[in-house]
């Protein structure tokens, strides 16, 4: 089962980037340890991974799609791929990695 199509896996991809390349610079600029040991650190990561989603996720729906010719009912179509991850369009999964990061925040 494919759980993105189009350009949908950048919505997975991008969390990851981000929460990784943030571990790495705050523990280097702050010490080791300072990522895992602070709450607001993987938030701030996966919040901005988010606005990124959203953005990219919108720029890419408004790409026009194609006009073509169905050869069996000789009408047009309009062609247009879909981005989705999880079934869902690219920009709204930015709402569900927002989420995750407000959850982040609390204890469990």
């Known amino acids: 089962m494919v759980i993105w199509q189009g350009a949908g896996l950048i919505g997975i991809i991008i969390p990851i980037i981000f929460c990784l390349l943030g571990q790495l610079g705050l523990d280097l600029v702050m010490g080791s340890g300072y990522y895992s040991s602070h709450r607001w650190a993987p938030t ?15 720029g890419i729906s408004k790409i026009p799609g194609e006009h073509q010719v169905d050869p069996g009912t000789k009408k047009y179509v309009l062609v247009k791929p879909s981005h989705t991850v999880f079934f869902m369009p690219l920009q709204y999964f930015a709402f569900v990695v927002a989420a995750f990061a407000v959850w982040m925040l609390f204890p469990g």
């Open 44 to 58: 701030l990561f996966l919040g901005l991974s988010a606005a990124v989603i959203w953005v990219l996720g919108y």
